[in-house]
Every structure is written in structure tokens, then in C-alpha cells.
């Protein structure tokens, strides 16, 4: 008889129709080398959220999780990590709830983490589900940086995408589950990866997001390799018994790195940034769905998700990969 777990059993989401590629960069920016760009990002193209905000993205990706689900009305919980939400209050999930037309017993609330916010959001749920006080919950990660990014931002510009993902956990009795947990933060590197507030220097209404891009760099390279190795002797693994790593999807030249630096073989990562770019949280469930999609995981794989950045902050979480 297997033990109940917290499980991942669904995940969708949702990519804006607005697709912004090198010829909009070159229009917009003609004295930059986009050729090099490409060559260090990887990314070839974006998603952008014009007109759309967070909430409504949201909305699109949990409707079509729902279409999946048999009972939605069950949904215990909901977490929307989000750094872009529209509104400072109320709470975007709040305004979610609402929409979606879940029950009053359902507790929701925002978090306001990045790139490692989904792990973050992971953790928190299957902690619900675990402890008995849940059997059912929503994670969203919906993010509209191009908010923040000017036409001429060269740093971010060419990195960062808008997308919402919705990814269904739940208690379930199963040989596999969601866990251990790795997590750690970094105040420090608070100012090299931030919105400054807007002096009228820029075209963005919200502020420019600033990235000292060197510095973040080599915060990955030194923290998510020992946070992964924390990781797997918490576990009593070693980085070989591994069969995929779903990093945070931040660029070629970061994944490529990791890879390298971890000596694990490059078919072992999981990619998806050239089409979809930097999605920051919801990065690792699309590139979930998209590898579950395209059969790349058996039953009872064993996975390493990896987020970091913006805070600093990081997270690992172990899972095997469990029925659906």
C-alpha cells in the first residue's frame, strides 16, 4: 500500500499572441549587434503581454487546467506568484478567485518572488498537502516584465518573456511525490537584479528593470551548484542517479555553464528559452509541460527543478515522476 503524496497532476499555460523577435530589436535598436546577442542568449524569440496584465493571463492558463480537472470546485488553494501584478491591493489571486468562481473555503494569496518563486510556491503547497490541511491546490506563475523593460533596455530586453502557467498538486496515494527541498536566500544581491523607480530616463511607466548581469552570472555559477549537491545528500543521490534537470530557463549562456559546471550530460537538461525566452517564475513548469508533452519522461524518472535569481534567492526541489 503506498503512502499519500503530494503530486503534480497537471500543468498548462499561457503565452501572449504578441511575438517579438531580433528584427523588432534591430528596428528599434539599429547599432546593436543582435547576431552576438543571440549568440550568447539563445533566446530567438519572445512572448510580450501588450494590452493583457498578469490576472488575465492567469485566467487563460487556469482555464485551460480546469477543462482537465474533475472537480474545480474542489480546489483547497490557490498561490499566484506574480512580480508584476497590476494592482497593489488587493491581492491579483484574490481577483482570480473571483473570476475563476472557486469556493469561500479555498485560501488564496500572492507571492512575490522571481525566478525561483515556483519552487518557492512548490514547496508551500505540497506543506499543505502533507500536513492534512489541503488535498487539492492551484500554483500560478504569471509574469509581465516587459512592464518594466524599455525599448533600448539591452540587457533585459532580449532575455524576457510574458507567460502564465497553472500547475495542478494533489494528494494522491502514490509511490512517487513532490520533495525534499532545498531553499536559500541571499539579501545582498538585492540591487543587481531590481526595478528602479522611474526619473523620466525611460519609456517605462512602471520603472526600469536593472541587471547586472556579470554579478547574477556568477551567483549562479557559485550558488546552484552547491544547492544542488545540498540537495542530493539530503537525499542520499548522486548527481549521476539524476535523469533530468529542469533548470530556471534564464539563457544559454547561464544553462550552458551549469551544465558544464555540474558535468552532467547536456541531454539531461531540459530546454525550451530559444522559442519561449525568460519566462522568470513560470520558466520550469512550461518547460515541464512541454518535456511531459513531447514524452521525454517515464514513469518514476527522477528530476531535479532548479530556480534562482532575483533577491537573491534559490531553490531545488526533488520529484519522481508520477501518474497522471
Not at 531580433?22 to 512572448?47: F, S
Not at 518594466?148 to 500547475?167: L, Q, V, W
Not at 494522491?172 to 530616463?201: A, C, E, H, M
Request: glycine share 8%.
Amino acid at each position: 500500500m503506498y503512502n499519500y503524496k503530494a503530486v503534480i497532476t497537471e500543468i498548462e499555460y499561457f503565452l501572449p499572441p504578441t511575438i517579438e523577435g531580433y528584427e523588432d530589436l534591430k528596428k528599434d535598436n539599429p547599432d546593436w549587434n543582435t547576431h552576438e546577442i543571440e549568440k550568447k542568449t539563445g533566446i530567438l524569440k519572445r512572448y510580450i503581454a501588450k494590452e493583457m496584465n498578469v490576472i488575465e493571463m492567469a485566467e487563460q492558463a487556469v482555464q485551460k487546467l480546469i477543462e482537465k480537472v474533475d472537480s474545480p470546485t474542489d480546489v483547497d488553494f490557490l498561490i499566484l506568484v506574480t512580480q508584476s501584478a497590476p494592482l497593489a491591493l488587493p491581492s491579483s489571486s484574490c481577483i482570480l478567485h473571483q473570476r475563476l468562481g472557486l469556493k469561500k473555503e479555498c485560501f488564496v494569496y500572492d507571492v512575490n518572488l522571481g525566478c525561483s518563486g515556483f519552487v518557492y510556491a512548490l514547496f508551500q503547497g505540497s506543506c499543505f498537502i502533507q500536513s492534512g490541511y489541503a488535498s487539492k491546490g492551484i500554483i500560478i506563475c504569471s509574469e509581465k516584465y516587459s512592464r518594466y523593460i524599455g525599448k533600448n533596455n539591452r540587457t533585459c530586453r532580449p532575455i524576457f518573456s510574458d507567460a502564465a502557467s497553472a500547475t495542478l498538486i494533489e494528494k494522491k496515494q502514490s509511490k512517487f511525490g513532490i520533495g525534499p527541498f532545498q531553499l536559500g536566500t541571499d539579501g545582498n544581491g538585492y540591487g543587481d537584479l531590481i526595478v528602479k523607480p522611474n526619473d523620466g530616463s525611460t519609456n517605462t511607466t512602471f520603472g526600469e528593470l536593472y541587471m547586472n548581469g556579470s554579478k547574477v552570472f556568477m551567483f549562479t555559477m557559485n550558488m546552484v551548484p552547491k544547492c544542488i549537491n545540498e540537495l542530493l545528500t539530503k537525499i542520499g543521490l548522486k548527481i549521476d542517479n539524476i535523469d533530468y534537470f529542469v533548470f530556471h530557463q534564464a539563457s544559454k549562456l547561464v544553462i550552458d555553464n551549469l551544465v558544464r559546471h555540474l558535468g552532467i550530460p547536456f541531454e539531461k537538461a531540459i530546454i525550451n528559452y530559444p522559442m519561449i525566452g525568460n519566462t522568470v517564475s513560470a520558466s520550469i513548469p512550461i518547460a515541464l509541460k512541454q518535456a511531459d508533452s513531447e514524452n521525454k519522461f517515464k514513469l518514476g524518472d527522477k528530476i531535479i527543478l532548479v530556480g534562482f535569481g532575483v533577491g537573491y534567492s534559490w531553490g531545488a526541489c526533488y520529484l519522481e515522476w508520477s501518474e497522471k
